[in-house]
């Protein structure tokens, strides 16, 4: 009989399985809907679904219109009777329908409950029904458990007692294991059910496309990721050769079998609709014993990463117009000017003294603009060694010249494709470089330094110098056909006091946001300070503003009273520092500022080493970036 239960066992479980088959193909669709009735029935239903075609073949089997069989829960409350209609009927058994309790408290003892409650198979003569039928029954029940060994019902057959055998307990046992079987099979399927939705999920949602391709080059699983970025329906691309859209995937293979890496290659799909570059990557899929089965190829857009990259590794744009602090006539137009254009693909100059701010306009304008979730990268044209600018611009190519990293690197234009470049003090910009900026915002196209392959950019150029561009003209060390280029939207920003009025607005901004830094309490400024401020010169503008604030913190706001007396404090007064900044003191030593003496440390390095800036930079221990700064700076004309 176990045989037989067995055997009906796996009959049904490859009914199952080729319906759990069919509803998970993989290749051809999306992992379908979880079945509610059939994964999440209550307790009872799926046991009683478990159950009724072993208990119908159990009945068939003993072919005796005097055996009933009764399914309970673990509480022993009825769920299905299988017995003749009629002997149910005439001998009451029909009484006992689903949700009768059959345990000791309701009818007395029997074998049920005492299977339920001992954990085991009883038989028991003389049950419960015999009052029922009128004639001595036995009954044979046996406990059913699930998956993790717990009682979750009873199966009980009775008989007369003259028809029943020494194996009718065997019989149940029999069909209880297979009940048991059923069961856990069903779980085992659920649970792969949910983890292939689980995982189709996963892979469907990833951020960039996928293929599983066998080793003669065929398709045979993509993902929904791969399919929109193609803009191809899956059934067009299973069991295709994936050299029909990718001509260079023989390199990929390649590499697998030869156990070498594919990693981030270049690389464009041969459709005719798609003209975008993507990044591809092959991984190996082996057999449980490492033998090479095919290959997971995985592509993405570069120009996605590139736009990631310039997000979190060349810079963002943190201002807003709402950051530009001033209700100022002369600030307020330049302000309306600025959010008419923002969303203008048109080049920007921004102009003005140094520390007005220009660098806040030009984030201010790229956050108003349609292109703020792309990125905004910033650049110092005059902070740049001239040799190393258009590669820092423009990229290279891997070898382009001694020093480049290895598999080259993008510069700042890719960088800020679809987004916003900022050319801070692009008056420095050498003139062959103007030359190339000029062609790169007259074509949109650039080429790295070591290469003849074009790359098409979309980049919306914001300019800035605090130089005297017409000036710089007439000089030869600005071009005009750049200019033009650049200045059509020019932009002025005021210098600080010309919009004096601002001062008091932006002194208490710059007060609470220093205190907070310094963890120090906000500081009081007398009517006196406030009207000195607004009338000195600020050459330095916001910024020696913003720095003169931390001053007046960190000291607890006392430099009124050390305003006259203090020259590092003396900001305010009318009177010219001494020459050469020098002032005496009691031993007669002349002392002179860090400025100064920076001056002629660099001055006296450079003749001392015949003009090697990497030298000088050596010696006095900075950069050479650092030691342009300063060099421009202190304007040396070395």
């Known amino acids: 009989m176990e045989a037989i239960f067995e055997r009906l066992n796996k009959e049904i479980e490859e009914k199952d399985r080729q319906e759990f088959q069919n509803s998970n193909t993989m290749v051809n669709k999306s992992f379908p809907e979880i079945n509610d009735r059939q994964y999440n029935k209550p307790k009872a239903e799926q046991l009683i679904n478990a159950a009724a075609p072993f208990m119908k073949y159990l009945f068939n089997s003993i072919n005796s219109k005097n055996f009933y069989l009764i399914l309970t829960n673990e509480k022993a409350e009825t769920l299905k009777i299988i017995g003749n209609n009629d002997h149910l009927r005439a001998h009451s058994i029909s ?223 943190w201002f807003s117009f709402e950051n530009i602090i001033g209700s100022s006539n002369s600030l307020r137009n330049v302000v309306k000017k600025a959010k008419v254009v923002a969303n203008s693909p048109s080049t920007i100059l921004i102009t003005g003294p140094s520390g007005t701010g220009k660098e806040v306009f030009a984030q201010a304008i790229h956050n108003a603009s349609d292109r703020r979730n792309n990125g905004f990268v910033a650049i110092n044209c005059g902070a740049i060694s001239p040799t190393l600018i258009e590669s820092e611009l423009f990229g290279y190519e891997d070898g382009a010249f001694t020093g480049a990293r290895k598999g080259g690197h993008p510069g700042k234009f890719e960088l800020a494709d679809n987004g916003t470049i900022f050319l801070d003090e692009v008056g420095d910009m050498p003139l062959d470089m103007q030359v190339k900026l000029l062609r790169a915002i007259q074509e949109g196209i650039v080429c790295r330094v070591g290469s003849n392959k074009s790359i098409s950019i979309n980049v919306r150029i914001i300019a800035a110098t605090n130089k005297n561009l017409e000036e710089e003209i007439k000089k030869g060390k600005f071009r005009l056909d750049l200019f033009y280029r650049l200045s059509v939207i020019p932009m002025r920003i005021p210098s600080l006091m010309e919009r004096a009025e601002d001062i008091p607005e932006l002194t208490r901004h710059f007060l609470k946001m220093k205190a907070h830094k310094l963890q120090k309490p906000i500081p009081t400024l007398s009517e006196e300070i406030m009207e000195k401020m607004k009338a000195y010169n600020w050459p330095g503008n916001i910024r020696e503003l913003e720095n003169f604030i931390e001053k007046v913190v960190n000291l607890d706001g006392t430099i009124d009273t050390d305003i006259e007396h203090t020259q590092q404090w003396e900001i305010f007064h009318d009177e010219k520092p001494a020459s050469d900044n020098q002032i005496s003191v009691e031993d007669n030593t002349k002392l002179v500022s860090l400025e100064e003496l920076e001056k002629k440390a660099i001055i006296r390095t450079y003749k001392a080493l015949d003009g090697n800036m990497t030298q000088v930079a050596k010696t006095l221990g900075i950069s050479r970036n650092t030691l342009y700064l300063k060099i421009k700076k202190y304007n040396l004309n070395l």
Not at 153 to 164: R, T, W
Not at 168 to 190: D, P, S, W
Not at 210 to 223: G, S, Y
Request: aromatic share 10%.
């Open 95 to 317: 009484k006992f329908l689903p949700d009768s309790v059959m345990d000791e408290s309701h009818i007395g003892p029997n074998a049920i409950w005492k299977a339920i409650k001992e954990n085991k198979p009883i038989q028991f003569c003389l049950s419960f029904l015999e009052e029922c039928s009128g004639r001595p029954l036995t009954c044979s029940a046996v406990p059913i458990h699930n998956i993790e060994g717990k009682v979750i019902g009873a199966l009980n057959i009775s008989g007369f007692s003259k028809d029943v055998h020494q194996h009718t307990l065997g019989m149940v046992v029999a069909a209880a294991r297979a009940i048991e079987n059923r069961l856990e099979n069903k779980y085992i399927t659920q649970q792969l059910f949910e983890s292939n939705q689980f995982a189709w999920s996963m892979m469907n949602n990833l951020s960039y496309g996928m293929f599983a391709i066998d080793l003669n080059d065929k398709i045979h699983w993509v993902n929904d990721t791969a399919c929109r970025t193609l803009n191809i329906r899956r059934s067009y691309l299973i069991d295709h050769s994936i050299n029909e859209i990718y001509a260079h995937f023989d390199k990929a293979r390649n590499a697998i079998l030869n156990n070498t890496t594919y990693a981030d290659e270049e690389s464009c799909f041969d459709l005719d609709h798609l003209n975008e570059k993507f990044l591809f990557n092959a991984h190996p899929i082996r057999t449980k014993d490492g033998e090479h089965h095919g290959v997971l190829l995985s592509f993405r857009p570069y120009s996605k990463m590139i736009s990631l990259l310039s997000k979190f590794s060349v810079g963002r744009a």
